[in-house]
């Protein structure tokens, strides 16, 4: 069945590209015994239905239900355990997230104070899926960018010596290109061998 018809262009260093138009087709097929779901699929399954667990036990905490919310964090992180893709690095993200979590809900006025800001922190950042610094930043990376990363240590050598002078944006996409000189045109280069292999 044919769903939409779309065009899009993209500019890169000035240059303006435009995709020849294309039809998004969707095929649905009956799926056979011997099929399996994709981990990939299972993973964010997974993240969703931690995040809606936050949300939930943060709902109950903040009514002075923390024994109930507790309960639920607890039961969520034992099914983490049981999780297919367990060894997944986001799986253990998560699985960090809920600890930390049910440590800050202890008691209510650990909640009030640290517990209910770290929750609500987790739920914005699987909500918008962007990285949000809460509890243990090394343990909990979930969304973080190589380009954050790089920029936390730039700050980080800046706080140590303010001194030494910081790369310039410029600088930094020069690195960046030399790293890895696809980057910038390594999406219009998946559609259009997409585009190509379509019967």
Do not use: W
């Amino acid at each position: 069945m044919n769903v939409m018809d779309y065009a899009c262009k993209c500019r890169f260093q000035g240059k303006t590209f435009q995709a020849p138009p294309a039809i998004l087709t969707v095929c649905r097929t009956r799926k056979s015994a011997d099929q399996q779901e994709r981990s990939e699929v299972k993973i964010e399954e997974t993240r969703l239905l931690t995040a809606s667990t936050i949300k939930k036990a943060r709902e109950m905490a903040d009514i002075n239900e923390l024994r109930n919310a507790r309960y639920m964090l607890f039961e969520s992180h034992i099914s983490l355990e049981d999780a297919d893709v367990e060894s997944n690095p986001l799986v253990k993200m998560l699985k960090s997230e809920q600890q930390q979590l049910l440590q800050l809900m202890k008691s209510q006025e650990i909640y009030e104070k640290q517990g209910r800001p770290f929750a609500l922190s987790s739920e914005t950042s699987h909500d918008r899926q962007r990285f949000a610094a809460r509890g243990d930043v090394e343990s909990l990376r979930l969304f973080a960018t190589p380009r954050m990363d790089k920029y936390l240590k730039q700050a980080k050598s800046f706080d140590e010596d303010p001194s030494k002078p910081l790369p310039s944006v410029d600088e930094d996409e020069k690195e960046e290109l030399a790293a890895n000189p696809l980057a910038p045109i390594a999406g219009a280069i998946s559609f259009y061998l997409q585009l190509a292999m379509k019967p």
